[in-house]
Structures are given as C-alpha cells and as structure tokens.
C-alpha cells in the first residue's frame, strides 16, 4: 500500500508514506487507491481511499491536506486545513497533526524535513515546477519557518524515469536556455528526429543537491514502467484511456 524511505523514517516524530496505487476501493482505471479529488472517480471511494491513508499517518481524515496544482512555484504555508484548496504546488508546515499530501501521476513528489526544527515540506516538481523554482521555493519557505538548510532531507518519491519520458525539441530548447548545462540531462529518443528523453528525476536530484541540503535521496521508482504499483498519465495517454488515479506522497509531524 506505501513505501517508506529510510532517510525519513529514522527520525522519530515524522510520519510520511508514498502511497501506491494498491489497498483502495476504487475500480476501473482509478484501482485502487486514488487520491485524486479532482479525478473522475466516485468521490465516496476518492475519500475513503484518503482516510484509509490517513489511518496509516496517524491523523484524522480531515488533516490530510492537499492543493490545487498548478504546475508551479507557488508555495504556501499550512497552519490548519484548508477550507478550499488553494492553487499552488508546494506547502510548509510546523504544525504536528497535519499531513502534506501531493499529488502525482508522473511528476516528481518530493518530501522534505528538517527533523531538528521540526519543520516539514512537500512538492510536487513535474518538468515546468521543477525548472521555474518549486523546489528552492520550498526550501526558503522552510526556512522562513525556522528550519536549517543544512539539516533538511528530501526524498524523491517514485517519478516517470528518462526511458519513458521523450520530449520535442522544444522541450529541449526552452531547458538549455535557461542552462546550457541541463544538455546533460537529454539524450537522444531514437525514434524520432529531434527527439529527445529527457532525465527528469536526475534533473530534480541535481537542483537538490545544488541548494546544499543535507540529505538528498531518490526511490529510484518509475511511474510508467510499473503500472502494478503505479498511476501514470502518460501510460494512460499511450493506451487512450479516459482518465487516470492519483497517487498520494504524505508527510507530517507526529501529533
């Protein structure tokens, strides 16, 4: 039902689960345990999917907050649920008893904590999050909150790796304009001219490691290849399938 990284779970006081897509009661293309409020899903079966991921944290269904993703760098800072979910991709907390849930089905969830501070994050970095900032976005909010950099650990939860992931060359383009170095990042498809795979947990790890952290891990786990474990949007685009689950990353301080 989840997967644990030794990297978080050794820090009394932190709770956290990337949760696959199994031990839910959703059917069809959404088995079984989609998060996704915004999914087509049978919003019944959406919930108790989330309070059967909240029962494993510990919390109370409500405390399982999630956004409005946007594909962004936007941040914001949780205190208590949310009313409304706002519209952005990253949050930050001190606040025990509150669980940070993000969203994926290809895009990289990321779990942060600084467990000195007692200060948490989650991130949700597809491609266009990840160049424009979501990541170091996050950790400024974290330290706002009275983390040090120097003390928190991220973890990459499981991501659609490079040999699924081929881009156009206008992908390529817009990342080497921003960095000729992220050239590294692309190789070519070889099975289209101008087309290129594209590295994006590599890319998230390297952006990281950059902001001088002090623990940077990656489940290594592809979305697309595992479609046991795994929700991915762009298998279900491949197979013209209507819809697709979400897959939930949490973390949150112990009550």
């Given amino acids: 039902m989840f997967i644990e990284a030794p990297e978080l779970s050794s820090h ?28 087509g899903d049978d919003i019944a079966r959406v919930r108790e999917n989330r309070r059967r991921m909240t029962a494993q944290l510990g919390l109370p269904e409500e405390n399982l907050v999630s956004l409005y993703q ?42 942060f904590a600084d467990p000195a501070n007692q200060v948490l994050g989650a991130a949700h970095a597809g491609w266009k999050g990840a160049l424009t900032g979501v990541i170091e976005a996050t950790l400024s909010a974290m330290e706002d909150l009275g983390a040090a950099r120097s003390g928190i650990v991220a973890v990459l939860g499981p ?9 156009g060359p206008e992908f390529r383009e817009r990342f080497e304009a921003a960095d000729p170095d992220n050239a590294r990042y692309f190789v070519p498809s070889g099975e289209r001219d101008g087309h290129s795979l594209f590295d994006l947990p590599a890319y998230i790890v390297a952006r990281l490691e950059r ?11 592809c979305t697309y290849g595992d479609p046991e474990r795994f929700f991915s949007y762009r298998r279900t685009t491949h197979r013209a399938e209507t819809d697709y689950g979400r897959l939930v990353s949490a973390i949150a301080l112990t009550p």
């Fill in 211 to 221: 902001a001088g952290i002090g623990e940077v891990a990656d489940l290594g786990l």
């Fill in 159 to 167: 991501t659609i790796g490079s040999s699924a992931y081929e881009v």
């Fill in 70 to 111: 946007i594909h962004s760098a936007e941040v914001v800072v949780v205190e208590a649920p949310f009313a409304e979910r706002p519209r952005a991709d990253a949050m930050v907390t001190r606040v025990p008893g509150l669980g940070l849930g993000i969203l994926t089905a290809d895009c990289g969830p990321i779990l």
């Fill in 12 to 39: 009394p006081g932190i709770r956290h689960a990337f949760f696959t897509r199994r031990g839910g009661v959703s059917e069809g293309l959404y088995a079984s345990l989609n998060g996704g409020l915004g999914s």
